[in-house]
């Protein structure tokens, strides 16, 4: 109880016990949802705390849906999270390193690939996006963003920047 007590907390979440007489305990607890941008933002931040030490290279590839509110507008909202699932599970498969790791987005996936450099994860972009459109049915139309440290940016804020501005790169 006080494992669970301590990692709730450490989560910013509560715990807290309901106990009616005859009928039981239970333990009860909630946790904050994380946005997209603040588990990007600690994996990117991580990342490059991991790669600094090498002195190597970590990418972000962003694979948006472009045709996201055509979509959104003829589908139930649940089935075009389902179609997220599904390109996030695409994504998982087509990963080698264990270390790469996928973030899905209201709108697409984030990946975030470590010891990659720029040139080397437009190979893995462009073999994902292959990987997907040979899939049957792929209604998604997909773009293709990636932003690299220290190519690009020198910190997670910078890479954050790039990621969500409107121009592509």
Same mark, same amino acid.
């Given at each position: &109880?006080? $494992?669970?007590?301590? &990692?709730?907390?450490? *989560?910013?979440?509560?715990?807290? %016990?309901?106990?009616?007489?005859?009928?039981?305990?239970?333990?009860?607890?909630?946790?904050?949802?994380?946005?997209?941008?603040?588990? &990007?933002?600690?994996?990117? =931040?991580?990342? #490059?705390?991991? %790669?600094?030490?090498?002195?190597?290279? &970590?990418?972000?590839?962003?694979? =948006?849906?472009?045709? *996201?509110?055509?979509?959104?507008?003829?589908?139930?909202?649940?089935?075009? =999270?389902?179609?997220? +699932?599904?390109?996030?599970?695409?994504?998982?498969? @087509?990963?080698?390193?264990?270390?790469?790791?996928?973030?899905?987005? +209201?709108?697409?996936?984030? $990946? #975030?690939?470590?010891?990659?450099?720029?040139?080397?994860?437009? @190979? %893995?972009?462009?073999? $994902?996006?292959?990987?997907?459109?040979?899939?049957?049915? *792929?209604?998604?139309?997909?773009? #293709?963003? #990636?932003?690299?440290?220290?190519?690009?940016?020198?910190?997670? +804020?910078?890479?954050?920047?790039?990621?969500?501005?409107? +121009?592509?790169?």
């Amino acid at each position: &109880l006080a $494992i669970s007590k301590g &990692l709730v907390e450490m *989560h910013k979440g509560k715990i807290w %016990v309901e106990s009616e007489f005859g009928y039981g305990t239970q333990f009860k607890f909630t946790l904050p949802l994380a946005s997209e941008n603040e588990i &990007l933002r600690k994996y990117i =931040s991580s990342g #490059i705390r991991r %790669v600094e030490a090498t002195k190597g290279s &970590l990418s972000c590839i962003q694979l =948006s849906v472009s045709n *996201h509110l055509d979509l959104k507008q003829n589908m139930q909202k649940d089935d075009f =999270s389902v179609l997220i +699932e599904d390109l996030q599970a695409s994504v998982r498969k @087509s990963l080698r390193n264990k270390a790469d790791f996928s973030v899905r987005g +209201e709108t697409g996936v984030y $990946i #975030i690939l470590p010891s990659t450099n720029k040139q080397d994860s437009t @190979s %893995v972009a462009n073999r $994902i996006k292959g990987d997907y459109v040979k899939l049957e049915s *792929h209604p998604l139309d997909l773009d #293709i963003r #990636i932003v690299s440290f220290p190519e690009d940016g020198q910190n997670e +804020e910078e890479l954050m920047d790039l990621l969500f501005t409107k +121009e592509k790169s």
